[in-house]
């Protein structure tokens, strides 16, 4: 993995210096709020409903064992015991004390982490695929090129006041896990006809108010014209993307306003007048990143599928995990396995101290010291030897994560909402668990199939749920929470934005409400094999409608 | 009814204004308005405390006596009188004084 260079450790350390000495100048009275605010954004500082927040980078969701290790320290230390890993493969605290944060950013900056750039108005954490340089559907790792765009996006000049947020992800296979279409650039790593690496290029994709799905403004970018093509969109944007409105600030609403094709000229334009430029990545360049990503050396494991087989007929419930938790990997004495952090009833997302240190030495001693962390708010080891599986799960037994649910109904993405955050209008926690514990039966989840259920608080959208297959969002009417159900929604290389079905539901009423949701699925699909997703594109929203509705439904 | 909340700068902590101005942790101690004078009372004690670097964000928030106990009327409020309601172990009511829930 990226190890930090002599001028990326003398940037985060004087960088947390500085922020050190205005959280005092802060405290002292020298800096007023007003001053101060921006300085603390710029830091991944919020203030919540009941305390500071501190959101932490990690860089496409990768993470040694040292790492965890020290956010489940500072989870002890200076907080309440546990960290909140989110949709963009971030983890949050929610509770530190702004006089400790200096502290706990040196504490950081020791590992090689900061949370530089995880607010703002500009390029944000780039996400990527959880199975890079794992997965065996992958053309290529992708994280090499989120980190060269990490480094050229950090305290970039030109691009730290943009109109609004902006946020890049990053997918090396066909099949999309990095949700690429919903995101203000989506690259996709593929290989052309000749063999050479480059990416598609969606531009102005993204959840929130207004949500839209990417439009393609290129089928195939060299490689080396990354960062000069990446700074021809944001320099269009930077110009042209509007700052009058916030709600219309991010860059899907100048796609849509200006039209793609208009936009993608003016795009190819400035990339015409830049691209044989300074930002060219000499292919020496790029081969220098792609040596911290080398996998490590995978000794040969042939054992494994003996062993594997007989511990699934031993036993049921590792049979259930293996089918649902593990994930076929380049090497087939190999595989990736997902560590749900939704176990029944649990808070999605959410992870002890304990666990945290339990899951780095894990790590360390049967993955290869590597950790991911998914914008499903679970954790992945990406090698794991398929004779070790069984004592992998074994261990995620004893602390409580070997939940078999990935890709199922409970495996629930949801945002902090009302419970934690400043803007939210609604729980979303409680509803996740309230339906996880509905259908927490293994036996059911399994019958049912793939579901992603995403639950968000707000129209901000951070939990996903535009593109939740069921979506659920949090909307506060007349001083209660109320629920609005969508439909169809999805965030892979079919990406779709789910439809709203009616009026909303209340807090008592909503988990009810998805339970006749998936009964209406469970009883029209054609067979097992049509799974939620697919039989809702196939008959559309008619029919739960009328299971939601009844006799409201046919009248409106 | 009225009353006024903010957040203490050093740590992030809801507090409340009480009536000798000092900002309390728990939302029983709130000093309520009843009337316009009251609020702009409030709300002239909140500025100086900003001014002074004690806390943040104020807000006036709507409230009402049930049982003779200050009762925000939004759920958010609430939520910040109390903690998160999933987690009964974390925020004010994990306290052992405190017996307020969202
Ligand atoms: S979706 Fe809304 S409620 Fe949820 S975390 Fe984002 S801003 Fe907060």
Redesign the interface.
Known sequence: MYRYDEFDHQFVKARTAEFADQVDR??A?EL??DQFKPLRLMNGVY??????MLRIAIPYGTLSSRQLRMLAHIARTYD?GYGHFTTRQNLQFN?P???DIPQILADLASVEMHAIQTSGNCIRNVTADHFAGAAADEVADPRPYAEILRQWSSVHPEFSFLPRKFKIAVTGAERDRAAIQVHDIGLHLKKNAAGELGFAVYVGGGQGRTPFVAKKVRDFLPEEDLLTYTTAILRVYNLNGRRDNKYKARIKILVHETGTEELTRQIEAEFAAIREGELKLPQADIDAIERYFTPPALPARPEGTVIETSAKLANPAFASWVKRNVNPHKNPDYASVTISLKGIGE?PGDATDAQMDAVADLAEELAFDEIRVSHEQNLILPHVARADLKEVYKRLEAIGLATANAGLVTDIIACPG???CAL?NA?S??VA?EISNRFGSQARQEEIGELKLKISGCINACGHHHVGHIGILGV?KK???LYQITLGGSGDENTSIGEIVGRGFTAEEIADAIETVVETYLALRTDKSEDFLAAYRRVGAAPFKQALYGAEAKAA | MKILTANRLTDGEAVWLCADHSWAETIDAAEIARDAATEEKLERAGKAAVCKNEVVDLALVDVELVDGRIWPKRLRERIRAAGPTNRTDLGKQARPDISIAA
Do not use: M, N, P
Request: hydrophobic share 40%.
């Open positions: 802060r405290l009275g007023t709020e203030l919540q409903l009941h305390a500071y309440k509770w004390a702004l006089s808070v009302l419970d934690y939210a729980r926690i409680s668990q506060e001083g209660t929470e």
